[in-house]
């Protein structure tokens, strides 16, 4: 049930979307200035929900609704003011969350101070550098801090849960609209089908945790879980696919449930998938199909087909400068520039490569180190909630959007931040 107050805040949040959708340029800015009377209401909670929101605007339809890039400066001081509200403009409730908090941000800073030095050191432009990782790193940093101001107050599994479903479920008139495909992928509510797919495999990852952690609703989330998967098919998303795949067994594995329980369900269904697979007709070819991604110049499949270049591009970039990189982000050059642009743009395709690329060895290893450390603050045996963090890596091993605080990225931020902070933490 929801109660009165809540039924509120939806409504807002309702009108807040609904405005920016159909307004066009005035309804970006009218979005805007109620976020800011949104904020004003509920401060650190209405800070960390209107950044959730963003991300949600960022990768609307732009077939059919005004794309809020249009606007880009204005958003990008409207992100990095939200942030520096939350960082800045509360101080810790308790010391059991600054303790947990400051240790990472600790590895953040070391992060931070090597790429300002690498980017300066090896970028072929040095200031874009700096600028997309502090996007990143300013960002990343703000969620982790609303998360842990708010968590006590929000059930923000919960709330994710919901603002997500409803992108889902909006997806499904696109279905007969020419602007809701691709060619022959469906993209839905979003923007393109591999973001439609990724949106998916994190509503998933919500459905699992809530479906093994709550009693009620389950054979609805069961239902959503079934639909969830055949729009991942339709919008052609390989990485969104194997990473839900994977997302279920883990949540299996992770459960509460009888062992015996967990390995029949589990063999039911690697065996109903090695059915669909290797059985003959459409359903197996269409199947391999969307699975290899068939080079149509050839009568043969690869797995990394459609990412060949871009894999390629990423190991020279590594092979050139191992240690240290290329720099965050920017793309090597035959010359050094100090100027700003939001022209240069790189589309990696693989968090692991993209990295490597970016920083270099010592830059990675400070990033797994980073990451390592909020895993490690709230690590537990047998702990569904590291669905959150692992289904945030496994989206950017094909679509690297763990960079993109300026489309979706935030979302995977607050996955981590749900992690790292949690309801059962309450004492």
Do not use: H
């Not at 459905?207 to 609703?217: D, S």
């Not at 459409?282 to 270049?309: N, P, V």
């Amino acid at each position: 049930m929801i109660c009165k107050k809540e039924a509120k805040e939806y409504f807002q949040i309702v009108c807040l979307l609904g405005i920016s959708l159909i307004g066009g340029k005035i309804g970006i800015l009218a979005f805007y200035i109620l976020c800011l009377f949104f904020i004003y209401r509920y401060r650190a909670v209405g800070a960390t929900k209107v950044l959730m929101l963003l991300a949600y605007r960022s990768i609307v339809n732009d077939a059919v609704f005004y794309t809020i890039s249009g606007m880009q400066s204005i958003k990008w001081i409207v992100m990095f003011g939200i942030s520096a509200y939350i960082l800045f403009g509360f101080n810790m409730p308790r010391k059991k969350e600054y303790i947990k908090l400051s240790k990472v941000y600790i590895w953040m800073g070391l992060f931070t101070l090597y790429i300002i030095v690498d980017s300066f050191l090896v970028s072929s432009l040095p200031i874009i550098s700096i600028f997309k990782f502090f996007s990143y790193i300013f960002v990343f940093a703000a969620i982790l801090k609303g998360m842990a101001m708010t968590y006590y107050r929000v059930d923000w599994i919960k709330w994710l849960e919901k603002l997500l479903a409803s992108m889902v479920i909006l997806s499904i008139p696109f279905y007969g609209m020419s602007a809701g495909w691709l060619g022959d992928l469906f993209k839905g509510f979003t923007n393109q089908p591999n973001m439609f797919g990724i949106v998916i495999v994190l509503f998933i990852t919500l459905l699992v945790i809530n479906l093994f952690q709550l009693k009620q609703g389950r054979y609805i989330r069961i239902a959503m879980i079934i639909l969830s998967f055949v729009l991942i098919f339709l919008s052609g998303s390989r990485t969104g696919f194997i990473s839900a795949v994977v997302i279920v067994i883990l949540g299996i594995f992770f459960s509460k449930m009888r062992t015996f329980n967990k390995l029949a369900i589990l063999i039911t269904l690697l065996g109903m998938s090695y059915f669909v697979i290797s059985a003959n007709g459409s359903i197996g070819e269409y199947f391999s199909e969307f699975i290899y991604k068939y080079d149509a110049s050839s009568t043969t499949g690869s797995l990394l087909y459609s990412r060949e270049s871009q894999i390629e591009e990423l190991v020279n970039n590594f092979s050139s400068s191992p240690i240290f990189g290329i720099g965050f982000a920017t793309p090597k050059l035959e010359f050094v520039s100090y100027t700003f642009s939001y022209t240069f743009f790189m589309e990696p395709g693989n968090l692991v490569l993209a990295i490597l690329s970016y920083s270099g060895i010592i830059g990675t290893a400070l990033f797994v180190v980073m990451l390592l450390s909020i895993v490690l603050s709230n690590y537990k045996p047998n702990n569904v909630l590291v669905l959150l963090p692992i289904a945030t890596i496994m989206v950017s091993m094909g679509e690297m959007v763990f960079f993109s605080s300026n489309s979706m990225a935030i979302w995977l931020y607050a996955f981590w931040g749900i992690y790292m902070f949690n309801r059962t933490d309450i004492v």
